[in-house]
């Protein structure tokens, strides 16, 4: 999760965590569909106006990380060293968020959305944002006016790995064998892009 600076900002974030704890803490009590709003804003001593300015909608407070793993996907292009590839950094991006979800407590969470039709609705809407702030990101980087097709399909393509390595036996392994497939397909559809900085001549390919 983002380290936050500033006393504001790290009360802030304070509230925020003490929130999604206690609304995680009764889902998984009681069920998701069985808790109100305003139960976990009495649970964990905020007004009902606070809880809904930190978190938009009911189905937020299960994925509370969900800013965390947009921002990590983005800057995993935008943020990588000067000579990483950049499949190699959504491949390191992917693998720690999927270590994150094995890691131990993470299942009953799983459950828990996998058993909500709404919460399951809300994870499908979420990886589709990802999907597009990461294919905008892909763009930008590539030198591109817009996110083209191309680059939507490659994005899909990362954000779908994380689910698949996450469903698999064995996560890290899935992510082993997703990746170069991946890696494949950023070839044939940029085979001029494979340093960074090789951009523009990437864009002029595609012009």
Do not use: N
Request: proline share 6%; glycine share 4%.
């Amino acid at each position: 999760m983002t380290v936050p600076t500033g006393r504001r900002a790290r009360k802030k974030a304070a509230t925020r965590q003490k929130i999604a704890d206690a609304a995680l803490r009764l889902f998984l009590e009681r069920g998701y569909e069985e808790v109100g709003i305003r139960e976990v804003a009495a649970e964990a001593d905020v007004a009902v106006t606070t809880l809904f300015a930190h978190f938009p909608a009911k189905e937020a407070l299960v994925f509370e990380r969900d800013q965390d793993f947009e921002r990590g996907l983005v800057g995993a292009v935008t943020e990588r060293a000067p000579h990483e590839p950049l499949v190699a950094a959504l491949r390191r991006e992917v693998l720690a968020r999927v270590r994150h979800c094995a890691a131990e407590g993470a299942a009953p969470v799983r459950r828990l959305i996998e058993e909500s039709p709404a919460l399951r609705r809300h994870e499908e809407s979420m990886l589709l944002r990802h999907a597009d702030a990461l294919a905008a990101a892909l763009a930008a980087d590539l030198g591109l006016p817009r996110a083209t097709t191309v680059c939507r399909t490659l994005a899909r393509f990362v954000v779908d790995a994380h689910t698949l390595a996450r469903e698999a036996d064995d996560p890290e392994a899935a992510v082993d064998e997703i990746f170069p497939m991946i890696e494949a397909a950023w070839a044939v559809a940029f085979p001029g892009a494979g340093p960074p900085g090789a951009a523009d001549q990437s864009a002029a390919q595609l012009s």
